[in-house]
């Protein structure tokens, strides 16, 4: 696979709307592959392909964080569609979903891996890579270990659940939005979900074929 275009003009993006996400999950989570989760900074714009999702289907779904019923916890995921939903996992990383279904009707989509686009050296430095050089951010080895899992790209885009849960993502004034460049997905493969254990065979996992920055198993 070829490396990433480093330096993509941001400028011609439209922010996706709430009625995007007024789905299932599972339509949902397939049609957000390849559209662009950006973050805006005081010192710069952080922007990635979105890869990699699964798509969590609310009280039908044991592995979903609102099937057990609505709780202060999760209670974004209750509310509007378009939404974002942080989590924090293992001590150690956060997760950034996106709600989805009309309000009151929950689910939600996790993103689980990025392609870095834009914002490269910011996105290393919150991860603590170093990348020595212009030569460096070319090889793909460097550049997965920036935003190929849930908790790295959360890290990479300074996710956090105090500071972005509920947080609008269908606004194009918020810092932390889901935008279309009009890139397209020719290929998707889906398979179960990964690192769960209730409902774990269930084929909620989608990603796009042959994409090099696809976290876990690739089939």
Do not use: W
Not at 173 to 181: E, G, V
């Amino acid at each position: 696979m070829p490396a990433p275009a480093l330096t993509p003009s941001l400028a011609r993006t439209n922010t996706l709307k709430a009625d995007f996400f007024n789905r299932d999950p599972r339509r949902v989570a397939r049609a957000l592959l390849g559209k662009l989760l950006i973050r805006k900074t005081p010192v710069g714009i952080l922007a990635g392909r979105i890869v990699e999702t699964e798509a969590y289907l609310g009280k039908d779904d044991a592995a979903a964080h609102s099937a057990a019923g609505q709780t202060p916890r999760n209670s974004v995921l209750f509310g509007p569609p378009g939404y974002a939903y942080v989590y924090f996992i293992y001590g150690a990383h956060y997760c950034l979903n996106v709600s989805c279904l009309p309000e009151g009707d929950a689910g939600g989509v996790l993103f689980r891996a990025l392609e870095p686009i834009a914002g490269i050296d910011q996105m290393a430095d919150a991860r603590g890579i170093e990348l020595p050089s212009a030569h460096e951010l070319l090889k793909i080895s460097s550049l997965k270990k920036i935003t190929s899992g849930p908790g790295r790209m959360a890290e990479a885009l300074g996710v956090t659940r105090e500071k972005d849960n509920g947080k609008c993502l269908v606004s194009p004034k918020s810092d932390l939005r889901i935008a279309d460049d009009g890139y397209r997905v020719r290929h998707i493969t889906v398979t179960p979900r990964i690192g769960i254990v209730k409902s774990a065979a269930h084929p909620l996992r989608y990603f796009i074929t042959g994409n090099a920055f696809v976290s876990g198993k690739k089939l």
